[in-house]
């Protein structure tokens, strides 16, 4: 994969908020039905965990805490004894098809050996456990996903796909069986092209399926998820498999598929807004020597559709503090909407898995003859805020800590935090996306003139 030169990335001193990376365990157990997080730290994490999933904790959710005490600390306590007792508890009462050990900043410190004693309980007590560090030492929310992903590609089965040599140099034109049952469902296509094609990154069930059946439209026809809703299904993976990520955090899962399971990446801009979705499918499209059919109509047809809301959108400028790596993305779909983005701040910038996603940003703010907004890696709030003072944005994408702040100073805010979990993948879901940007600025013009509504943020119900 090129790698691409932007001259304006810039780096601050990572002094920023965020969520803890293990907040992942709130989104991964509901989709892997059969799993049980187990988060191994001291107390904070508890709280954390208490409040940020918010009412799910009365739901008896599949994850808990291993609580280190001063004796775990201090090693007068045996961590694998430990953890057994917790396990063999965790399996009595639950039963899971896999444990998932989160590791956190205390097990860092300590040098708290997860990976060391996970196969030696495994053995005994025959229940796989994976071992996942998503602490907030080395990574920042989203990215608590990616090392769970990563750390699970290494249980996903070898794919059989045996090619000859002469085969590989054609993969991608070879197979063209099973034929669909309802093949007429999509106009005059009839074949589906049986691909090795596997998708990464966690989403809701029904965005899930609402991406497999864009490719099958293009008659690709998707062979598995990492993850995948139940554990038992993980896909196979190996020589001859493609994968491609639905989710710009997911760099080392990419590494993690490429390096050690030899998957082959196909490098796209993510399937966010309809110019995201479209050039996703484009890339895998051609990753099969596969001609996209219909997309350029159906990517109109959608814009179409959301021109109330561009007519909000055009002109007004936008400022990403930065805290969730989904902020590339959507600043390229919102220029695309007609905005000036004047600062996109990210925790962690992999230019090589980003890279067809920097690319269409290019693109895009040259189509749109917007200027390049400023790419800040791990920035800095105190400065963002200061930044934030001069350039007035119309809207701030921010984390709660700033939001009411900014509000009570004139800017419109928006919590970042929901677009991690609100559906913003796919063609269908680019309107509840905008929805969530435009909420702000279509509430303004609702405030009592000279007093500010500290509680814009609160979600209609
Ligand atoms: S960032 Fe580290 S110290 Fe803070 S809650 Fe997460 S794991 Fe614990």
Known sequence: MKTLEIPTFECETGNYHTFCPISCVAWLYQKIEDSFFLVVGTKTRGYFLQSAPGVTIFAEPRYAMAESEEGDISAQLNDQKELERICLRVKNDRNPSVIIWIGTCTTEIIKMDLEGIAPKLEKQLGIPIVVARANGLDYAFTQGEDTALAAMTHRCPESNHRITDQE???????????????????????????????????????????????????????????????????????????????????????????????????????????????????????????????????????????????????????????????????????????????????????????????????????????????????????????????????????????ANPLEARNIDTKWSVEFTFAQIHGFVNARDALELVTRPLRRKGDSIPGCRNLSKQTVNV
Not at 239 to 268: D, E
Not at 287 to 311: M, V
Not at 364 to 388: G, H
Request: with cysteine; glycine share 6%.
């Open 168 to 402: 590989e140099v054609n993969t991608a034109k070879v197979i063209l069986v099973d034929t669909a049952p309802n093949n007429n469902l999509f106009g005059q296509k009839n074949k589906l092209t049986k691909c090795n094609l596997v998708l990464f990154g966690s989403l809701p069930s029904s965005v899930a399926s609402q991406l497999n059946l864009e490719s099958r439209r293009q008659s690709v026809s998707v062979s598995g998820w990492l993850p995948s809703q139940k554990y038992a299904d993980l896909p196979a993976l190996g020589k001859g498999v493609y994968v491609c990520g639905v989710n710009p955090f997911l760099s080392r899962t990419a590494t993690t598929l490429m390096r050690r399971r030899r998957c082959q990446l196909i490098g796209a801009p993510f399937p966010i807004g309809p110019d995201g979705t479209r050039a996703w499918i484009e890339k895998i499209c051609s990753a099969f020597d596969l001609k996209p059919e219909g997309l350029e109509e159906r990517e109109s047809r959608i814009w179409k559709s959301l021109s109330d809301y561009l007519e909000i959108l055009t002109g007004k400028s936008i400022f990403f503090m930065g805290d969730n790596l989904l902020e590339i993305s959507l600043a390229r779909f919102l220029i695309r909407c007609g905005m000036v983005v004047y600062e996109v701040g990210i925790p962690y910038m992999d230019r090589r898995y980003q890279a067809a996603e920097l690319l269409l940003l290019q693109r895009t703010c040259e189509k749109m003859k917007k200027p390049m907004p400023r790419i800040v890696e791990k920035p800095d709030n105190y400065s963002q805020v200061q930044r934030m003072h001069e350039l007035q944005p119309d809207l701030a994408i921010t984390g709660m800590a700033h």
